[in-house]
């Protein structure tokens, strides 16, 4: 599903990425930086991408032999309103490439493209997503792989989690923040449903590693391991408050996904043969140290 | 040479046109092989065979007084039964290419006696055969059911023939009437495309059974249950048949049942039948295939990152030199990054050219000092191996034996970490957290 343009790794002339603020965008920067890539780093601040005039100024910022990622969204997508304006964004997109080809477009999509299934998930897994937010990311990765002739690589990743995540989402990143305020880690049920997180340092590297290669086809960003909610806060308190309390709450209705949503990553496994993900307990370890760093 | 048994001629010289001449003439019938490629011919005049199975060379040995082997497409006029018999390829989709097989039926057309019974024997979709019919001409399709590996005892042993008629009700003409019954089995006629379907049948039912045990071995792995105690006992079950296709694998491999699954789903296709079972048997083979990586990848990888793998094993199953979609090949592939050390008994090693790879000259060089052995094919010689020589040559404590080639409790004994299909070797509530 996902094959390379160059067998061999090669740095891309300069990578550009719209969405370099964003907590996978600095993580993309940080892998391209440290292989000596030079990167053109856009926020919205540098290009609004609902603004009238957005695909002229993307396109201004656009040479012939860039590589360029993806990544902004106005994420999660809720509802109908945000829904369209992601469309606008992705379409103001496609009009600056068209203005302005690159040679090579990564687009950071998301797991959310995937319905519940009672299989483990990989990228032969039919897109039909029950969410808006997948449906957004379907429509967003239809509009640009029919909008450009250059290699075109669509990534996309299940639960994240590091140490400077902006959000606050239920599991590893809200469990690590009310460890360390000394508050009780509260679980929907008891925690029982099982997920694939994946540590943020592994998105940035496997978005370099799809730009050095110069990849191009669909490939899914999941560990293949699960873990459940409550195992996750439990490690979370053995790293940052040992006497910390777990809580549950009676569940107010079914488990999301039915409770499990697994990944076969033989893809990835294939692509990118010496690349390791983090397991949850190292990627944990590794928040634990930033945090405790950077406090 | 004048004889009262019809004279059988072959035409196209690959694994199934040979493997049936030789059967021809064990059952006493002079045998022409034809074949247009001279340089074939050539080698097999001497002995020399493009494909590997059990008995073959022998067999074609102990016969040379009774078989021919020529290049001549004229010599098909001597022949009373001429079977158009070339293997077909098939694409990384499964899809046929036809062209030698039409080709080869034009040279039989033209050249056989206008008396000859002409055969289709390779494998065809529904409708081909009826296509290919000549004017004046006398064309059946016969079901092969060869299978790589046994395709001689196969040819000489069939369990039934099923023959495609243009007209079923009609008596088959004498000739080859007296060739069908040398082999001893019910015939059975029936109308073109339900042979040429009931071919496909076959294979679907066999892999229907094989994706069946796939998905239920991933299960035993996961919860401690062994499906090699499971098999058994299935067997016993007459509804399910003693031969009944129950060992799980790595996906099917050796572009036939490919070919079969991409046909049957075009075939549903065009009337409108539903055929998501089919692609789910796909679906499912493509996965068990990369079984053996996922192993490498949760076992060995995280603890060496330039593990040394040998690989043992190239052809997609024992008793063949065939690596069509075969799983040693595509995992050879996959570890390209680790430079993998590879032995095959059979398979030659222009099957690797461009790999960056090395072979052994034995398993037993190849295991050396290696971090993990992968066994990709079960053939005999693998099972001689002796797991506590293995550890001493060995610098890791990984075997990965999808087949069960070794015994599973000896390797854990020689302190090895030892993984099979259908079983955990843990303990069933270890396993059952895992």
Known sequence: MIEHMYAAPENPARVVIMGATSFVGRHTEAALTARGVEVLGLGSADVDLLATDAAQKLSAHLQPDDALVIISAIAPCKNANELALNTRMMASVCDALAESPVAHVVYISSDAVYDDEANPIDEGTPTTPASLHGLMHVAREGMIRNSINCPLAILRPSLLYGADD???????????????????????????????????????????LSLLHRSQGVMNVATGQVASFHDIAEKVLALHHPDGAIETTPRQGPMPHG???????????????????????????????QTTETS | MTTSLPRIGFAGMTHLGLNSAAASAEKGFETLCFDPDAALIGRLRVGVLPVEEPDLGALLTKHAGRIEFTSDAAAMQRCDVVYVAPDVPTDDHGESDFTAIEALLQLAVAHAATSATLVVLSQVPPGFTRRHMAPSRQLFYQVETLIFGRAVERALFPERIIIGCADPKAALPDAYHNYLNAFDCPLLPMRLESAELAKISINCCLVASISTANTLAAICEGIGADWSEIAPALKLDKRIGEHAYLKPGLGIAGGNLERDLHTVIELGRAAAADVSVVEAWGRNSRRRRDWVLGKLHAHVFPKKDKARICVLGLAYKENTHSTKNSPGLALVHHLAPFQPVVYDPVVPPDAIDGMDVRVAASAMLGVKNADALAIMTPWDEFTLLDPQALRNEMAGNVIVDPYAVLDGADCISAGFQYHTLGKSMSRPDEARNQ
């Open chain 1, 259 to 289: 409770g499990f949503r697994s990944f076969v990553i033989s893809e990835c496994q294939k692509a990118f043969p010496t690349f390791r993900y983090a397991d949850l307990d190292t990627g944990l370890a590794r928040v634990q140290q």
């Open chain 1, 166 to 208: 902006p959000h606050n989402g239920y599991g590893p990143n809200r469990f690590r923040r009310l460890a360390d305020d000394g508050q009780p880690i509260v679980l929907f049920g008891k925690g029982e449903e099982r997920r694939d997180h994946v540590y943020i340092e592994d998105v940035g590297e496997l978005i370099a």
